[in-house]
């Protein structure tokens, strides 16, 4: 059974730090792209950050370019998420994600497998 499992998730002051973690179980996925998404209540599921199946290439959305820090470790199977300078608007359920293509989307819909989500809250 393949399982994507999230955690590092919790409460912070705007501008604090947090890294989030994906362990990956059931089968291995260094040869497939990686990402996280988030979702704050009332609004959709958006994408935050990918990374390609060897780690050598990674694409943020805008608003959290130059804060986040996604990277992978495919020995351990296992992604993060480094979230810097935090802010309010960054909360929200985190969810790990993993795609069938080596290549890494901004589209929820290239990606097959999903976390069941971490929650972050950043406080002003």
């Known amino acids: 059974q393949v399982q994507l499992v999230e955690s590092g998730g919790g409460l912070v002051q705007a501008g604090g730090s947090l890294r989030l973690s994906c362990a990956a179980s059931?089968?291995?996925?260094?040869?497939?792209?990686m990402g996280w998404f988030r979702q704050a209540p009332g609004k959709e599921r958006e994408f935050v950050a990918t990374?390609?199946?060897?780690?050598?290439?990674?694409y943020y959305a805008d608003p959290v370019k130059g804060r986040f820090t996604i990277s992978r470790d495919n020995v351990k199977n296992m992604v993060y998420l480094q979230m810097n300078s935090l802010k309010p608007e960054d909360t929200g359920v985190y969810y790990c994600?993993?795609?069938?293509?080596?290549?890494?989307?901004?589209?929820?819909?290239?990606?097959?497998?999903w976390g069941q989500g971490t929650q972050v809250t950043v406080s002003s």
């Open positions: 059931g089968r291995t996925f260094s040869s497939n792209a």
């Open positions: 994600t993993a795609s069938n293509s080596r290549l890494g989307s901004t589209s929820l819909y290239e990606y097959t497998y």
């Open positions: 990374i390609n199946w060897s780690g050598g290439s990674t």
